[in-house]
């Protein structure tokens, strides 16, 4: 099927949840006004980045008034939004929650948490344990957020599972100035997306945030790649932007007759090697 | 060489919209900053008319008795080109008062209590005007530590405290900022004559090249020296970067709770904003 996908490219303002969700119902009507399907919103939309002390302020349980708001707006337009998730036993997860028909279908937490060179995510929050693909009125779609897809393993798991669609939440620092025409961060996203797309055959739809915080700038960019691993849709650098890709749906059945990569992927054999490599690092 | 060269157009993009973007979200439309007549704060005051209008700039010339007159042509100069407010307010009376009660006062000591002097100026004028004071110390010379702690150092924003001395001369050229301010010699004006260079003991475009190797990059000294750098000169400028690291950093604190500010008290600075 044909559908809209809308990559809501905000601002969020650091700690301020308020706002935020304002900033979020906002994008949502705009979505729902522009005939969009799907609105996708960056890693952390409800809270911003940096928020290191500030994370069990802003933290939401999955029954908080805010998520349940989200939900009934979900009747209306399918939602993909990052926050700061709360547990039961107070564990605090970088989340993403995907919401469709006034439901919630699915909550990914954020598996690999950067602690390194500006990133201090795993100082905060606790690590997610699981990639699962989900079932949507889109088809199967598999959630990650920012650094998750950096690790090889995470996309194809969610391939795997089934997922054609690849949705990445992302808040990515713009970093690494030199003489080419993007920021080194921003190229580096982007041989990803394509990559990623072109080696599952999956539509992969990157949405990342702009502004700045304590003069760490949010480069923007987001994107929608087709199946080929084209990219079809992108957003401005570093200013707020509101994508509206068009997928067209028979894209995916073409690729993947035409390229028919992961029909031949045996999960067999990845397993059965991965077993091994685990058990031999045991000895 | 390759890593120093920088894509001018987004450089001045990102550095526009920082100033703009932290600006505005403390809830203020205006910047402050110093105008020496040196080609940093020259830039700076660029950025600054880009991000919040030129009439949103306040600058202030702040030149002491033994300044070059030349200075205060270059920061007139680039105040009018720009159409940003100027003031000059000499800072001779104040300096001369102070000294009066310690005359024996060292170069480095006068230094210093002039760039304080001025620092005290342009906060006051932050809260005259309503606006934020922009700092204007480059990458080089936060490193080397070529600057005053408490003076020209402080800020609320410093937009080009990133970029080393020789990208501030290609993002000066490339927004248009004066030629005889360009082409200078960079001089922190404190007596007739004086240059960086040559106070430093080495060029700007030679330090730059092995900080850029050195802190971006993280080359050991051993590949440095492959590269072809001095190790006199690779270890003189190690020394200063480590020597004043204090100047960078806040003051410590001596901890006796469990939770102290900056050590386990960690808020970003644009907490709520």
Redesign the interface.
């Given at each position: 099927m044909d559908f809209t996908v809308a990559l809501a490219q905000i601002k969020p303002?650091?700690?301020?949840l308020d706002d935020n969700m304002a900033l979020a119902e906002a994008a949502i009507e705009k979505g729902i006004a522009a005939g969009a399907d799907l609105v996708v919103f960056p890693e952390l939309a409800l809270t911003g980045y940096?928020?290191?002390?500030?994370v069990p302020e802003v933290a939401l349980r999955l029954d908080s008034p805010q998520i349940e708001k989200l939900k009934k707006l979900s009747e209306r337009i399918s939602i993909a939004i990052g926050f700061v998730e709360v547990s039961a036993d107070f564990r605090f997860f970088n989340s993403a929650v995907y919401l469709e028909n006034g439901e919630i279908r699915h909550v990914h937490r954020k598996v690999y948490l950067p602690t390194y060179g500006l990133f201090d995510e795993q100082r905060y929050m606790a690590r997610g344990e699981r990639f699962r693909a989900f079932d949507t009125r889109f088809g199967r779609i598999g959630m990650l957020i920012c650094e998750d897809m950096w690790h090889l393993s995470a996309p194809y798991i969610l391939a795997m599972d089934g997922a054609m669609t690849l949705l990445c939440l992302s808040s990515s620092p713009?970093r690494g100035?030199?003489?080419?025409?993007?920021?080194g961060s921003a190229a580096a996203w982007q041989k990803l997306t394509t990559t990623t797309a072109m080696f599952l055959n999956c539509r992969v739809f990157y949405c990342n945030r702009v502004?700045?915080?304590?003069?760490i700038?949010f480069w923007g960019g987001s994107e929608a790649i087709s199946p080929s691993g084209e990219m079809t849709d992108r957003g401005a650098?570093?200013e707020e932007d509101f994508v509206l890709a068009k997928v067209d749906g028979g894209a995916l059945r073409r690729e993947r007759i035409f390229s028919p990569m992961m029909r031949d992927e045996n999960l067999a054999i990845t397993v059965k090697e991965l077993k091994r490599i685990d058990r031999e690092k045991d000895c | 060489m390759g890593g120093l060269t920088v894509n001018t157009k987004l450089l001045r993009q990102i550095l526009v919209g920082f100033v703009r973007d932290e600006v505005y979200k403390v809830g203020v439309r205006k910047g402050v900053l110093g105008l020496s007549g040196g080609i940093d704060s020259a830039l700076v005051a660029y950025i600054a008319a880009e991000a919040l209008g030129p009439e949103n700039v306040h600058a202030y010339c702040m030149p002491y008795r033994t300044s070059n007159p030349e200075s205060e042509a270059h920061a007139r100069l680039v105040a009018e080109s720009l159409g940003i407010n100027f003031k000059v307010l000499e800072i001779t009376p104040m300096i001369d008062a102070y000294f009066t009660v310690t005359p024996d006062a060292d170069n480095m000591r006068r230094g210093n209590k002039m760039a304080r002097e001025r620092m005290t100026i342009l906060y006051d004028h932050s809260a005259a005007v309503g606006g934020l004071v922009l700092g204007t110390s480059n990458k080089t010379e936060l490193l080397l530590g070529y600057g005053t702690l408490h003076g020209d150092m402080a800020s609320a924003l410093n937009p080009i405290g990133d970029i080393y001395k020789s990208q501030v001369w290609a993002l000066s050229e490339a927004m248009g900022v004066p030629h005889e301010v360009i082409e200078k010699k960079p001089s922190a004006d404190l007596w007739a004559g004086q240059t960086d260079e040559q106070e430093l003991g080495f060029t700007y475009r030679e330090a730059d090249e092995l900080l850029y190797r050195m802190v971006d990059q993280r080359m050991s000294r051993e590949e440095l020296i492959a590269a072809g750098f001095d190790p006199a000169f690779i270890d003189n400028v190690a020394r200063k970067v480590q020597g004043s690291h204090f100047k960078r950093r806040l003051p410590i604190i001596a901890k006796v709770s469990n939770r102290t500010i900056d050590r386990d008290f960690r808020y970003a600075r644009d907490w709520g904003k």
């Open positions: 303002k650091l700690g301020c940096f928020l290191k002390d500030l713009g100035i030199t003489e080419s025409e993007g920021l502004g700045y915080e304590d003069g700038n650098i570093l | -």
